[in-house]
Structure formats: C-alpha cells, structure tokens
C-alpha cells in the first residue's frame, strides 16, 4: 500500500530563519510527487511536481528536491505570508495512478512570526 | 480565469436527506476527482473520471455516487447522508496522464455537516 509520512507535524519559524520539511515515501513505483500549499479554509494549490531522483524545483523561497525515499521542501528566509499547511502527495504508475489518484501525506503546519 | 468550483461551500443537513455538491471547471479538463479530508487522515480519493461518461471508484466510494454527462461537471451525490460524511470536500481536475499534464488543480471545498 502507497503511503507518505511528512515531519515535522508543526513548525513554528522567525521570519527570515530557514528551515526543511520532509515527505517519506512507499510508493510501488513513483509516477510522480507533488507538493501542494493549503491555506485555512481554502483548497489546495499547486507548487511543484517531480518525477525523478535527484531533480529539484524552484520558486520564489520555496526549494523542492527529490530522493528515492524522500522529498524535501526547503523554504529559504520565510515570511510571514508563507504560513500555510504544506502537502506532499505521490502518483504510483500503473493501474493505480487511474485518475490521476494521489495519495496524501497529513501535510506540516508552519507558522512564520515576523 | 481558469478554475475549479464547487457549490455549496457550507452545508448543514441531516441524517438521510438525500444531497448533491456540484463541481464545475472551465479548463476543459478530462480528468476530474473527488476527495474528502479529514483530521489525521488526510486527502482521500472518493471517486474520479477519466472522460464523460466514464468514472470509477477510489479509496473510500462507500455511501457516495457520482456522474460525468458532461465534460465540465462532476457531481458527487450523497443518497442516505450519514454522520460519518461529515468532513471537507474537495473536487479537483487535471487535463492528461503525461508528465506536464497530471497536475491536479483543486476547487476551494465544501465543509458538509451530517446530524
């Protein structure tokens, strides 16, 4: 069974202090990982999508890169307006990925103080 | 601007009074899915379609139907609600299953309450 695990839980940072957040995987094949921000109340938006090994994404402060087990997503001098729950999300190949399925991690809260 | 939406946001309702939330994109999207999301269990699949016409079960399809007569909409219909359907829905589409074309894009939610 497909699986995601993300750490911390919360992360409460200063403005300006950088920090990581992680997504393990069990995935039996990885089609895809994908990070999604979600503020309160709202649904999930886009950030980034990786599909192999040692490939890496950017935009703005946020930094993602992937391993074989592990997803990182790097927010480098955070503000306040990048408090949000962060999601990570995998797509398996084959009949599992029908729909386009994803299967969620329970996403890390960070809360940026200026 | 190109979207997900679904109606209602919020709703109240009781015990088996039979229910639809509507789910609308303007992306010309082949790809549509409903999750629900809960504390501590994250976003599950309900169910998805892959064009009109075609849909098929996810994770967690119990007590939920849906249909895809056309290709903007993707209703989920909840016949005999339970208390247990309470949670945060959410619909999302995607245009295609290549790299590039996978990106699921989510509606804003709707927070359904069961008494």
């Known amino acids: 069974e497909d699986q995601v695990t993300q750490s911390p839980e919360a992360l409460r940072l200063q403005e300006g202090e950088s920090s990581s957040l992680n997504c393990s995987y069990t995935v039996s094949g990885l089609r895809g990982l994908f990070w999604y921000r979600q503020d309160p109340g709202k649904g999930p938006e886009f950030l980034f999508t990786l599909y192999s090994a040692g490939e890496e994404k950017e935009k703005e402060r946020l930094k993602a890169t992937l391993t074989k087990k592990e997803s990182f997503l790097h927010i480098t001098a955070p503000k306040p307006e990048d408090s949000a729950t962060y999601l990570c999300?995998?797509?398996?190949?084959?009949?599992?990925?029908?729909?386009?399925?994803?299967?969620f991690g329970g996403g890390t809260r960070v809360l940026v103080k200026p | 601007e190109a979207q997900v939406t679904q109606n209602p946001r919020y709703l109240i309702t009781v015990t088996g009074k039979k229910l639809t939330v509507t789910c609308s994109q303007n992306?010309?999207?082949?790809?549509m899915s409903w999750y629900r999301q809960d504390p501590g269990l994250g976003l599950r699949q309900i169910y998805y379609?892959?064009?009109?016409?075609?849909?098929d079960k996810g994770d967690v399809p119990e007590g939920y139907k849906v249909s895809r007569k056309e290709k903007r909409n993707f209703p989920l219909i909840l016949e005999s609600p339970s208390p247990n359907q309470t949670s945060l829905y959410f619909c999302?589409?995607?245009?295609?299953?290549?790299?590039?074309?996978?990106?699921?894009?989510f509606g804003p939610g709707t927070r359904l309450t069961v008494l």
């Open positions: 999300a995998v797509q398996a190949r084959g009949i599992k990925a029908a729909g386009n399925k994803l299967t």
């Open positions: 999302a589409s995607s245009s295609g299953q290549s790299r590039g074309t996978d990106t699921q894009y």
């Open positions: 379609s892959m064009n009109v016409e075609v849909t």
């Open positions: 992306m010309n999207h082949e790809y």
